[in-house]
């Protein structure tokens, strides 16, 4: 088991008395290997997980179980090497980059602060990246994604909405991470260039043995990419099991309006 969740509540205040409940009470698992989906309708708490188990929100209340770390309770240096191993690609590819800096000097970023991940060889594999060997591995990393090795050069607004987020997946694989939160990485990508962007993350999913947590409102999607689906509303999972179980035999009325609002051919 690569990841466990359980009971996580995450709550909002107001300033209309009770606290807004975006998370209330929701468990599940990923394996290795596994993509586990959350799809639901906007403001269903989908976002609101990916970003709490990485804790980059305060949680409530709830467990996050991490490789058996518990992700809660780590102090700072603990949870700097979690961060090592679990990235996130964010949906709006032009605001999750930093307009002012290189592509180069985007991807190359984690190399920086973190040392190579383990799978790498000696004699680099406590020691961050500089120079040459550094942008060689950029390079290398942009050809994976399905971008030329001179983009290093380049900056975000020279590059359209898929390239954007090929060069946020970059980020994201380069400490070859065990999990990656796919928050809605396609939504706001045009239709022929969503199944383009699906397609790279399988193919890194089978390269680098990655686990994702994908995150969408669409079905379709959904049902391409993942081996278990949580179907969310309001805050909580209203239906989960493995894709086959979901989309051929809904049990829950919210799981069978999403799957009938998908378009037919």
């Known amino acids: 088991m690569l990841l466990s969740v359980r009971n996580l509540q995450v709550h909002f205040p107001s300033r209309g008395g009770g606290p807004i409940r975006a998370v209330d009470g929701v468990s599940f698992d990923v394996n290795d290997g596994e993509t586990f989906g959350l799809v639901g309708e906007s403001g269903s708490g989908k976002s609101t997980i990916g970003r709490a188990i990485l804790r980059l929100i305060p949680v409530t209340s709830g467990e996050i179980l991490f490789n058996d770390h518990n992700v809660l309770a780590a102090k700072r240096a603990q949870m700097r090497g979690l961060r090592r191993q679990m990235q ?5 590819p032009a605001g999750s980059l930093n307009p002012r800096m290189r ?48 983009s290093a050069r380049r900056y975000p607004h020279e590059f359209s909405g898929g390239q954007r987020q090929r060069i946020a997946i ?7 991470p065990k999990l990656v939160v796919c928050d809605e990485p396609t939504s706001a990508l045009d239709v022929s260039i969503q199944s383009q962007i699906l397609n790279l993350l399988k193919d890194l999913q089978h390269d680098f043995s990655m686990s994702y947590l994908f995150i969408s409102h669409d079905m379709a999607v959904i049902e391409h ?36 609002a998908v378009p037919s051919a």
């Open 88 to 92: 996130i690609v964010f949906q709006d």
């Open 103 to 150: 592509i180069g000097e985007i991807v190359g970023e984690p190399l920086l602060v973190h040392p190579r991940p383990p799978q790498s060889p000696p004699p680099q594999s406590q020691s961050p990246l500089r120079g040459q060997a550094l942008l060689k591995e950029v390079e290398s990393l942009l050809d994976r994604c399905g971008l030329p090795p001179h």
């Open 225 to 260: 990419m993942c081996d278990c689906i949580a179907v969310m509303k309001d805050g909580r999972i209203v239906e989960q099991g493995e894709r086959e179980r979901i989309i051929g035999a809904p049990q829950h009325t919210y799981t069978q309006q999403l799957l009938s």
């Open 170 to 176: 970059a980020r994201a694989i380069a400490l070859r």
